[in-house]
C-alpha cells in the first residue's frame, strides 16, 4: 500500500507537467524554437570589441548573400536563365535584392577614375614610374599602339600617361576571372565550354533564421530541376544553403534515431516483462526529453539541432530508471509498485546524484555546445527520475509482471561464472595484466584530434557547386584576414601597404590567387606624394618623355597634363569608398573611433596558412584573425578543462559515494567507470579513432553510466541476479541510442556514438565485479523468503 507521501506525489507531478507542457507552448507559440547556427555552438569571438566587429563584418556575406551561376554554351541562353531564376526569386518575397544585370553609371566611373589616378593607381604602375620613367613611359607607348590591348574607360586625351588606365585594371584585377560583358550588362565567366552569368542575391533573413534557409533551399532546387529541363545548368552556394541542408539532415537523424530508440525500449519492456502496461516506462523518456527541450529554450533562447540529435539519444539512459525499479521482479517473488520503489529509490537518487555532479561540471566549460548539452542532459535525467519517482508507481498499481525466465537464467550463468573466476585470484591477476598490457598497447596509438570541420557534414552536391563556382569565377574566399590598425587614416593605409607587398610575394610565389586592401583603393599620402615628385622629374625630362612624343602627342599638351597631375589633390578615403568603384571595398573600412583607424584585408584562393603569422607580425599593428585556428586550439584547451573538471567531479561524487556507502564501496564503485574509460580508450586506439571532444565527452558521460551500474550492482537490492537483469535492461536501451549515433553522417556526433556505445558495453562487463558474485543464487526477496520468479 502506499505511504501517504506517495498518494499525494502524483497529483503533484501532474501539476509540473501541466506547467512544463505550458511553459513548451509558450516557447513554441512563434515556431519552433530550433537553430542550426553553428556559430551557436562556438565560444563568443573575440573579447576584444573590434576584432569582435570585424568577424561579424566578415561573417554576414556568409550568412546572407546567395551566389548562383547559369551556365550554357549560348551566352544569350545564359544570360535569358539567369533573367528568369531572378524573376522566380524576386517573385518568392524571401531576398531584399536580387541582382543579374549591373547597373554601371559609366560617367561615375571614368569621374572617379580620372580624380583618383594618384591614389588609385597600380603598385607596380607607381614603381615604375618612380624607378625608371623612362620604361614607364616605353610601356605605356607599347599599349598605345597595342590594339589587343583592352580598351580604357577614360579618354585619351585626359589620360595620356595612363595612370587612370592603370587604376582601372588595379581596381578590376580583384574581380577573378569574372568580366562585365557590356551588351548584357551582366558578370560573366568561360568555363567548360559554356558561358557563365552570376546572380547576386540579398536574402531578407538569416541563414540562421527559423524558416527562411528551407523555404529558400527549395526554391534553389525547384530552379535547378527546372534549367536543368531546359538545358541550363544552375550552380548556387551561400551559408543559408548550407544551414537549411544542415536542418532538414539534423532533423531527420533526431527522427530515426528517435525512433529507433523508441521501438527498441518497446521489443524489451515487452520481451522482458510481457504485460502491456509496461509500456508506460516510456513516460519517463517524454518528460526526460520534454525537460530538456525546455530548459534549453528557457536558458539559452533556443535549442540547436545538433542538441536533439544527442537528446535522442537520451531516451537509452532516461528508460534506466524505469528499468532498475521494474527489473527487481527477477528478485521478488510478490513485487509491488510503491514497496519495489522504496527499496531502489536510494540507489536511483545516488545514481542521480553522481549523474548530476558529472554534467554540471561539463556545463561549466566554455564551449557553449557541451554546456547546452550538459543542460539538456540534466534536465532530462531530473525529468526522467521524477517521473519514475513520482507517477510510474500510482499508474502501475495492483500490476504484476512476468519476467521472462531465460533472462533471469542468463543472469545467474554469467553470475556463477564471475563466482568461478574469482575464486582463481592467481587466473584473474593474470587476466587483469593481460588486459592491461592490451589497453596501454591501444591507448599509446591513440591520437588527439580536434577541427571544425568535424561538426560539419554538407551536402555533397553543395561543396560540389561551391568548387566549381569558386574554380569557374576564380574567386574562393578564406576564412582568415588581417585587421590592420593605427593611429590615423593614412598610416593605417601605410600599414596596409607593407602588408600587400608581403602578399604580393606570396601571389608570385603561386600561395595565395588575391587579396583586397584599402591602400588598393586609396594609397597613403606619402605613396601619392612620391609619385607627384615623380611626375615633376618626368615633366622634365625629355628622354623619358621620347616614346610618347614619338606617337605624335604634342609635348605642351603631355607636359601641361603632367604638371596638371602633378598638382592635383586626390579624394579622400570616405570619397573613394562612396564613389562606384568603391562598393567592394566598403565592408574592409571599420571607421575611425576613439582616435583608431581600423580596416581589413580579406584573402582570395590561400593555399599557405602558416605564412600569414610572420607576415601579420612584421607590420605593427597588424592582426591575423583565423577563427578557425582559434577554434581548433580552444577545442583542444577545451578538452583539457573538460577532463579537469570531469577528474573535479569524480572526487565529489567519490565524496557522496564515501559518505553513504563507505570507502570499501565508493573505490569499488569508481572502478568500474574507470576500467569502462580506459578500455574504450584502447578500443579508439586500435581501430584508428581519433580523440576529439565530442568523443572525450562522450566517455565522461560513460562514467555518469558506470557509476550508476556499479551502485546497483553494489547495493544488490532483490539480489545480485535481478540487479544484473536491471543494467543489462538499461544497458541495452542505451546501446541502442548511442550506437546509432555512431551513424549520423556528422562525424562529431559519430565519435560521440561510437565512444558511449563501446564505453556501455565495458560498463557492462565490469559492473557485475562490484558485487560479490558468491552470495546464493537465491537471494531474498522482500519478506525473506527465498526467491521464486513467476513463470
Not at 593614412?490 to 590567387?513: F, H, I, S, Y
Not at 580508450?681 to 558521460?701: D, E, H, M, R, W
Request: hydrophobic fraction near 50%; proline fraction near 5%.
Amino acid at each position: 500500500m502506499p505511504l501517504p507521501t506517495e498518494r499525494w506525489l502524483p497529483r503533484l507531478f501532474l501539476v509540473l507537467l501541466c506547467l512544463l507542457l505550458a511553459t513548451a507552448g509558450w516557447q513554441s507559440r512563434n515556431g519552433w524554437p530550433v537553430s542550426s547556427s553553428l556559430l551557436d555552438l562556438l565560444p563568443a569571438s573575440s573579447s576584444d570589441r573590434l576584432t569582435a566587429r570585424a568577424e561579424a563584418r566578415a561573417q554576414e556575406p556568409l550568412s546572407r548573400q546567395l551566389i548562383a551561376l547559369a551556365g550554357h554554351a549560348d551566352a544569350a541562353r545564359a544570360v535569358r536563365a539567369a533573367h528568369n531564376v531572378a524573376a522566380q526569386w524576386e517573385q518568392s518575397g524571401l531576398f531584399t535584392r536580387v541582382d543579374v544585370e549591373v547597373n554601371v553609371d559609366l560617367d561615375a566611373v571614368r569621374r572617379q577614375l580620372l580624380a583618383a589616378r594618384l591614389s588609385a593607381a597600380g603598385t607596380s604602375d607607381r614603381a615604375l614610374l618612380k624607378d625608371d620613367p623612362a620604361a614607364y613611359t616605353r610601356q605605356r607607348a607599347l599599349g598605345l599602339t597595342d590594339p589587343f590591348k583592352r580598351s580604357s574607360l577614360t579618354p585619351l586625351d585626359q589620360d595620356w600617361l595612363g595612370l587612370a588606365h592603370s587604376a582601372e585594371q588595379a581596381l578590376t584585377a580583384s574581380g577573378g576571372l569574372v568580366r562585365y560583358d557590356l551588351a548584357s550588362g551582366t558578370l560573366q565567366a568561360e568555363s567548360d565550354g559554356k558561358a557563365w552569368v552570376m546572380i547576386r542575391a540579398q536574402t531578407r533573413g538569416g541563414a540562421f533564421d527559423q524558416a527562411a534557409p528551407e523555404k529558400i533551399g527549395a526554391l534553389v532546387a525547384n530552379g535547378q530541376a527546372r534549367m536543368a529541363a531546359e538545358g541550363t545548368e544552375l550552380l548556387a552556394t551561400g551559408g543559408i544553403l548550407y544551414a537549411a541542408a544542415a536542418r532538414g539532415q539534423a532533423i531527420r537523424e533526431s527522427s530515426w534515431m528517435g525512433a529507433a530508440s523508441v521501438l527498441t525500449v518497446l521489443a524489451v519492456l515487452l520481451l522482458t516483462l510481457r504485460r502491456a502496461r509496461a509500456l508506460l516506462a516510456l513516460a519517463p523518456i517524454a518528460i526526460g526529453m520534454l525537460s530538456g527541450f525546455v530548459a534549453c529554450v528557457a536558458i539559452f533562447g533556443s535549442i540547436h539541432v545538433l542538441t536533439l540529435v544527442i537528446g535522442a539519444s537520451l531516451i537509452g539512459v532516461a528508460v534506466d530508471y524505469p528499468m532498475h525499479w521494474l527489473g527487481k521482479s527477477y528478485g521478488m517473488a510478490h513485487w509491488h509498485a510503491w514497496p519495489a520503489l522504496r527499496r531502489v529509490r536510494a540507489g536511483l537518487s545516488l545514481s542521480l546524484a553522481t549523474s548530476l555532479i558529472g554534467y554540471t561540471a561539463l556545463a561549466l566549460t566554455p564551449f557553449p555546445a557541451l554546456t547546452q548539452s550538459a543542460v539538456f542532459s540534466v534536465a532530462g535525467l531530473l525529468g526522467a527520475y521524477t517521473c519514475t519517482v513520482c507517477l510510474l508507481p500510482a499508474w502501475f498499481g495492483k500490476w504484476q509482471p512476468r519476467p521472462y525466465m531465460p533472462l533471469k537464467r542468463a543472469a545467474l550463468a554469467s553470475l556463477a561464472v564471475l563466482a568461478r573466476v574469482m575464486q582463481r585470484p592467481r587466473m584473474t591477476g593474470l587476466a587483469l595484466l593481460i588486459g592491461a598490457i592490451l589497453c596501454a598497447g591501444g591507448i599509446s596509438r591513440l591520437n588527439m584530434h580536434d577541427d571544425l570541420r568535424l561538426w560539419l557534414a554538407p551536402a555533397q552536391t553543395l561543396s560540389d557547386h561551391s568548387r566549381r563556382i569558386g574554380a569557374i569565377t576564380g574567386l574562393t574566399p578564406t576564412s582568415q584576414f588581417f585587421l590592420v590598425q593605427a593611429g590615423n587614416t593614412d598610416e593605417l593605409l601605410e600599414r596596409q601597404t607593407q602588408l600587400a607587398l608581403e602578399l604580393d610575394t606570396m601571389v608570385e610565389r603561386g600561395e595565395l590567387d588575391s587579396y583586397r586592401s584599402l591602400s588598393q583603393l586609396h594609397a597613403a599620402a606619402s605613396t601619392q606624394e612620391e609619385l607627384r615628385h615623380a611626375l615633376i622629374a618626368l615633366s622634365k625630362d625629355d628622354t623619358a618623355l621620347a616614346p610618347l612624343l614619338e606617337l605624335g602627342i604634342p609635348a605642351a599638351d603631355l607636359r601641361a597634363h603632367i604638371d596638371a597631375l602633378a598638382s592635383t589633390s586626390s579624394p579622400s578615403l570616405n570619397e573613394a569608398l562612396g564613389g562606384p568603384l568603391g562598393e567592394p571595398w566598403r565592408p574592409l573600412w571599420l571607421g575611425n573611433d576613439d582616435g583608431i583607424a581600423a580596416g581589413m584585408i580579406t584573402l582570395q584562393g590561400l593555399r599557405n596558412v602558416e605564412a600569414l603569422a610572420a607576415i601579420a607580425a612584421s607590420v605593427p599593428g597588424a592582426t591575423l584573425v583565423d577563427r578557425n585556428a582559434d577554434l581548433n586550439d580552444m577545442f583542444s584547451s577545451t578538452r583539457v578543462e573538460a577532463a579537469e573538471l570531469k577528474l573535479a567531479s569524480y572526487i565529489v561524487a567519490g565524496l557522496l559515494l564515501w559518505a553513504f556507502l563507505g570507502r570499501g564501496a565508493t573505490w569499488r564503485i569508481l572502478a568500474v567507470p574507470f576500467a569502462a574509460t580506459v578500455c574504450s580508450l584502447a578500443v579508439l586506439g586500435y581501430i584508428g579513432q581519433p580523440l576529439t571532444l565530442f568523443s572525450l565527452f562522450g566517455l565522461l558521460l560513460v562514467s555518469a553510466i558506470g557509476v550508476d551500474y556499479a551502485i546497483f550492482m553494489y547495493e544488490q537490492v532483490a539480489g545480485a541476479a535481478a540487479s544484473l537483469v536491471g543494467i543489462m535492461l538499461g544497458g541495452l536501451t542505451t546501446l541502442a541510442s548511442f550506437g546509432m549515433l555512431a551513424f549520423s553522417s556528422t562525424p562529431a556526433i559519430a565519435s560521440f556514438g561510437l565512444a558511449v556505445a563501446t564505453g556501455v558495453t565495458f560498463s557492462l562487463l565490469w559492473a557485475p565485479w562490484v558485487g560479490s558474485p558468491v552470495l546464493s543464487a537465491h537471494p531474498p526477496d522482500l519478506q525473506g523468503s527465498p526467491c521464486n520468479v513467476t513463470k
